[in-house]
């Protein structure tokens, strides 16, 4: 079974703290994924990596950056945490298969609270 | 650019049947997928349709038109743990991103 692990179930910090959220593989997945997940608004996509040391911004990448420094990890750091990043946070991996895209294994999320 | 439409919420009697529809907008077509997501969990993974027509897997079926840029999931014999929030989203080709709809709410009544 695929696992996604993320390293924190409920994070609370509060505003101005530099924030890491950890996210860990265990199938070789190349993709990887972090999302936030607000009422109303869905699953919006932060940042993604195709393979280690890759980056490509999503849809909100303000405020966050990323880091893939071994194929089975992928962490989301919050420079500067505001009260606007208080948000549910979804970890996801897929494999690449030629010309189709892979389903998305996510972890257990992260809910963030910035006071 | 990709433009994902579901409907936000419906209500269903137990041992019903219920169709969850997802129209979509994009300019490069690669796979649509429909997860389940319970409320403070995760979303899991149901089904794939990169072709058109009826994909089946147990109580579920996954639809596809991709001329009409639409999409369904039925859920079959409707039981109380299907109460769940219900996502289409849509691959683009290129890249192997997802785009993700807000989601559908099912409540699944007595």
């Known amino acids: 079974d695929v696992k996604v692990t993320q390293s924190s179930r409920y994070l609370v910090k509060r505003t101005g703290e530099k924030v890491f959220l950890e996210c860990v593989q265990d199938?070789?997945?190349?993709?990887m994924f972090w999302y936030r997940q607000d009422p109303g608004l869905g699953l919006r996509l932060i940042y993604f990596?195709?393979?280690?040391?890759?980056?490509e911004k999503g849809d909100i990448p303000e405020g966050y950056s990323v880091s893939r420094e071994k194929k089975e990890r992928f962490s989301l750091i919050l420079e500067s945490a505001s009260t606007n990043q208080t948000s549910m946070y979804l970890c996801?991996?897929?494999?690449?298969?030629?010309?189709?895209?892979?389903?998305?294994?996510f972890g257990p999320g992260t809910r963030l609270t910035v006071t | 650019g990709q433009n994902i439409d579901q409907p936000t919420e419906m209500t269903a009697t137990e041992g019903a049947i219920v169709q969850i529809n997802c129209t979509y907008q994009?300019?490069?077509?690669?796979?649509l997928f429909w997860y389940q997501q319970h409320a403070g969990e995760a979303p899991t993974f149901l089904s794939y349709?990169?072709?058109?027509g009826l994909e089946e897997k147990g109580r579920f079926s996954s639809f596809l038109s991709r001329s009409k840029g639409y999409s369904y999931l039925l859920l079959k014999e409707l039981q109380m743990k299907d109460s769940a929030s219900y996502l289409c989203?849509?691959?683009?080709?290129?890249?192997?991103?997802?785009?993700f709809g807000k989601g559908n709410q099912v409540v699944v009544i007595p």
């Open positions: 349709n990169v072709l058109d």
């Open positions: 989203a849509l691959g683009a080709r290129g890249n192997n991103r997802l785009a």
């Open positions: 994009t300019s490069g077509f690669n796979g």
């Open positions: 990596s195709y393979d280690v040391k890759m980056k």
């Open positions: 199938m070789d997945h190349e993709n």
């Open positions: 996801a991996s897929s494999s690449r298969t030629s010309g189709f895209l892979g389903e998305q294994y």
